[in-house]
């Protein structure tokens, strides 16, 4: 079974770091590009950083640039998520999602893990 | 703000045909195709229209899409309304001045 499964979520305080993790399994994880995507509490969806399967092209959302980092270990089947400078509109919860293509341009996300909250206050 | 525009709700009974509309503009919509997730509550989202008009495996077929060869917009109709598919419903696509992936709003749709 394909599963995406993500964790590192946590309250942490304002202007501090978290890195998050999601682990793949049942699929072939070195092949496609992959993303993270949020949701704050009551809120819609948010794309925020994409990665092609090897790595060589990233992209982020405005909102995060400069303060995210999206890396990956296909040796390990695990993407991460490096956040730092976070501030309370960065609370939601982060959802993990695999592209359907190699790259993370423009295709769409068939497979999504439950996701991991993240909560930013003091 | 979200770039891609939805009604925030859509409402129908049991049977009936209900459509959720999705307008955007020339730099994701009108040159790149669209996409739709459905969340269910409580649960993450899942794939359930792709490039317009494709179902995953395992979509039901009263679910459709479309998209507007005439303006920036596209549609999912749900053909003979469940139960099960009370849901929030979100339209996403490429943007190509953003060069990221943009949502909707989403739209919630109630089965009366």
């Known amino acids: 079974e394909e599963q995406l499964v993500e964790s590192g979520g946590g309250l942490v305080q304002p202007g501090r770091s978290l890195r998050l993790s999601c682990a793949a399994s049942?699929?072939?994880?070195?092949?496609?590009?992959i993303h993270w995507v949020r949701q704050a509490p009551g809120k819609g969806l948010e794309w925020v950083s994409g990665?092609?399967?090897?790595?060589?092209?990233?992209g982020y959302a405005d909102s995060v640039k400069g303060r995210f980092t999206i890396s990956r270990d296909n040796a390990k089947n695990f993407l991460y998520l490096e956040m730092s400078s976070l501030t309370d509109e960065d609370t939601a919860l982060y959802y993990c999602?695999?592209?359907?293509?190699?790259?993370?341009?423009?295709?769409?996300?068939?497979?999504w893990g439950r996701g991991t909250l993240v909560t930013v206050s003091s | 703000q979200s770039v891609l525009t939805q009604p925030p709700s859509v409402s129908g009974t049991p049977g009936q045909r209900v459509t959720v509309s999705c307008s955007g503009s020339?730099?994701?919509?009108?040159?790149?195709?669209v996409n739709w997730y459905q969340q269910l509550p409580g649960t993450s989202p899942r794939l359930l229209l792709y490039?317009?008009?494709?179902?995953p495996s395992g979509v039901p077929e009263r679910f459709s899409g479309s998209k507007s060869e005439v303006d920036t917009s596209a549609s999912l109709t749900i053909s003979g309304l469940q139960s099960e598919d009370e849901a929030d419903y979100y339209c996403?696509?490429?943007?190509?001045?953003?060069?990221?992936?943009?949502f909707g709003p989403g739209t919630k749709v109630t089965v009366l």
């Open positions: 999602a695999k592209d359907a293509s190699r790259s993370w341009v423009y295709w769409y996300f068939d497979l």
């Open positions: 049942g699929f072939d994880f070195g092949y496609y590009a």
């Open positions: 990665i092609s399967w090897d790595s060589e092209n990233i």
């Open positions: 020339s730099s994701n919509i009108g040159g790149n195709t």
């Open positions: 490039s317009n008009v494709h179902r």
């Open positions: 996403g696509a490429w943007d190509d001045s953003l060069n990221g992936h943009v």
